[in-house]
């Protein structure tokens, strides 16, 4: 180990010592949001000065372990956005119900290194402890309210599926290692290179730790048939953890498949090539007809980023049917669905200040005359989310679904299927802005009072959804050198 | 005065043999795991599957890792697990476990997969991997602190997250009863 390694590591260090800087804080000054909410956020706007600092030089340390290219700091950054967002979004709910502030926002902070180990690893096992530091913290923060036996069943839930995943996932891990003897992600890569250029059938072994790790993944990101956990676990936390959850170990899931699947197992992509179609089509169709029937909001938006999770696999798929293009839509829509879905869920998790309110759709009845700002600011995320231009949502489905229809064949129906998709869901999301803007209130309750934060994170959200809708160019070309980074 | 590496009359590895023994306790005994009803039963056969594991790791030319399985899993994870269920069990335990309402779809699920597992390793060239090994300490070491140090030290962090985590949820609140 050198002072590079030092260097280009300099970031994720960061990360963890800013976690452990905010509980020493709440140690020395117990109970106080001011010191650790300062502590957390300029630690934070520390380690992504660093990481844009690391991305300039982009090496490897760690004997290749550990690389630093334009796909790690491309998802770095979001990383870093998410979790300062939801720690700007979360004292309004959390204080009121009496939750700490200072673990919450350190064990986020542990979550945040996680995902920079994986969007940073090039060896199979720092993934899949990547993965681990990422998802546990997840585990204890849909418990955070833990006298709510709601969020306790939906922790509880999203630990066993969570560790079942991970278990099963490093069970295919292990057969990509016993096949290749390695798990240095290059050396894979070439070792299957090998073995895909041969022409040879695929060994029943290698299928197998492909399908294993195709399941474990799929947990992850709350692909269907696997998202039993997600409604429950997202429904019993804390509305600002619920937010972080669907979006934050979602992206770092994908950044987890953008390692290893198109990394590392690259080579073999026609033989994975139908299984993600097949998920990406059954994703997208089951979250959006479920999301439907929703009457609670989060519910609603629980299952409505399970159908997100569908759309980032057409990208996927788009890829693996030859289209570079189609990483670039998903790192697109990574990026816009993190700022539509956080603004919505920062909007409900508003009205919800006030212990006691539930998140039923009768609470955004009347919302546009109380506060009407709180309403259109809900609807613009909304139709982010339904994909309507000028917004984000609109270029990020754009560009998923243009890549399938290029890519052809099967990925033609899947883009077909994709744009049904997106017709359906406009029912769901647009219901709540009937709701908020044509129904008059059941119970006439006071306009409340948010915190500047609150308002602050809001207008950053809103501001970011606006400006990817309206001049996709710079963050296009930031995923395109992602990207190709990732392929070259 | 050596053993023959070879069984004299059946002609079969002592190692192979060793393992088949092996291999049917760790088995059944995580069978007895799942089906026994009594949870400290349940507890003391995990145990015994541990130990089994350590023997199959050993046979593998493990040492070092068959001596931190004795260590960490018997040693102490067994000892914590039984003293979790000692001082939180209630005398009034239900006589089925909730978690038992599927077990016969369960079975039959996990007879298929063992199956297909079984067919996929036993049909595939695993190259290097199948020679046997015998791994020494200190080259073990050399590769733990060397080329796999990042992942070493991170298991560091994920344990403190853990630790925050875990003191977190069984922290008592200040008034709530015991």
Not at chain 1, 58 to 64: I, K, L, T, Y
Not at chain 1, 164 to 188: N, P
Not at chain 1, 271 to 278: K, S
Not at chain 1, 386 to 410: H, M, N, S
Request: aromatic share 10%; hydrophobic share 60%; charged share 10%.
């Amino acid at each position: 180990m050198s002072w590079q390694d030092v260097a280009i590591v300099g970031p994720l260090v960061g990360a963890i010592l800013v976690a452990i800087a905010i509980l020493l804080v709440d140690l020395v000054v117990p109970g106080r949001r001011g010191p650790a909410l300062t502590v957390a956020l300029l630690g934070l706007g520390l380690v992504a000065v660093l990481t844009a600092l690391a991305g300039r030089t982009p090496g490897q340390a760690f004997g290749g372990a550990y690389t630093v290219d334009a796909l790690t700091t491309f998802l770095d950054l979001l990383f870093i956005s998410i979790v300062g967002l939801t720690i700007v979004f979360a004292p309004d709910y959390l204080e009121p119900r009496d939750l700490p502030i200072a673990e919450f926002a350190a064990v986020l902070v542990f979550a945040l290194t996680g995902a920079m180990l994986i969007a940073a690893s090039t060896d199979l096992l720092v993934l899949f402890l990547g993965l681990e530091l990422m998802v546990l913290p997840g585990y204890l923060l849909a418990g955070f309210a833990k006298r709510d036996s709601l969020s306790t069943e939906g922790a509880i839930k999203y630990f066993l599926l969570g560790s079942f995943s991970s278990a099963i996932f490093l069970f295919g891990l292990a057969y990509v290692w016993g096949i290749t003897g390695t798990t240095r992600v290059a050396e894979v890569a070439a070792e299957l290179a090998r073995v895909a250029a041969g022409g040879a059938a695929l060994q029943p072994g290698l299928a197998l730790g492909l399908a294993f790790m195709t399941t474990g993944v799929a947990f992850k990101i709350a692909a269907v048939p696997f998202h039993y956990w997600t409604p429950d676990a997202y429904q019993g936390s804390p509305t600002p953890i619920t937010g972080y959850l669907s979006v934050g170990p979602k992206v770092g899931a994908f950044a987890l498949i953008l390692r290893l699947f198109v990394g590392a197992l690259g080579p073999l992509r026609a033989d994975w090539l139908d299984v993600i179609i097949v998920l990406a089509a059954l994703t997208m169709t089951l979250g959006n007809l479920v999301a439907l029937t929703q009457g609670n909001v989060k519910r609603m938006l629980a299952y409505s980023s399970i159908a997100h999770t569908g759309y980032m696999l057409v990208g996927l798929a788009a890829y693996a049917g030859g289209r570079q293009e189609g990483l670039q839509g998903l790192l697109y829509y990574g990026a816009a669905y993190t700022f539509m879905n956080l603004g919505a869920f920062a909007v409900v998790a508003a009205l919800q200040h006030r212990p006691g309110v539930t998140s039923a759709l009768e609470t955004f009845a009347g919302l546009g005359r109380r506060e009407p700002l709180l309403g259109i600011l809900m609807t613009l995320f909304l139709l982010s989310l339904t994909g309507i231009p000028p917004t984000a949502g609109f270029f990020a489905k754009a560009y998923v679904i243009l890549a399938a229809v290029q890519a052809g064949g099967a990925l033609s129906v899947l883009a077909v299927i994709a744009v049904l998709n997106a017709a359906a869901a406009a029912f769901y999301y647009l219901r709540v802005v009937v709701y908020m803007f044509m129904r008059e209130p059941v119970a006439e309750t006071e306009p409340q009072r948010h915190s500047s934060l609150v308002w602050a994170g809001l207008w950053a959200t809103t501001v970011l959804t606006i400006v990817l809708g309206l001049v996709p160019g710079p963050l296009l070309s930031v995923v395109t050198d992602a990207a190709k980074a990732l392929t070259s | 005065m050596t053993i023959p590496e070879v069984i004299p009359i059946v002609n079969v590895r002592w190692d192979d043999i060793l393992f088949l023994i092996l291999a049917t306790v760790m088995i059944g005994s995580a069978l007895l795991v799942v089906i026994l009803r009594d949870i400290i039963r349940c507890g003391l056969a995990m145990m015994v599957c541990f130990g089994a594991l350590a023997g199959i790791y050993v046979i593998a030319g493990a040492p070092l890792v068959a001596a931190t399985q004795v260590l960490v899993y018997i040693g102490a994870i067994s000892v914590l697990v039984l003293f979790a269920i000692m001082l939180t069990q209630t005398k009034a335990a239900p006589a089925r476990l909730v978690f038992q309402t599927q077990a016969v779809p369960a079975a039959l699920a996990a007879v298929v997969l063992a199956i297909i597992i079984a067919l996929a390793v036993g049909s595939t060239d695993w190259g290097a991997a199948g020679t046997r090994v015998r791994t020494a300490t200190d080259a073990l070491a050399k590769v733990l602190f060397q080329q796999y140090v990042l992942p070493f030290e991170i298991v560091s962090v994920l344990l403190l997250a853990a630790v925050i985590g875990g003191v977190f949820l069984a922290k008592r609140d200040e008034g709530e009863p015991l």
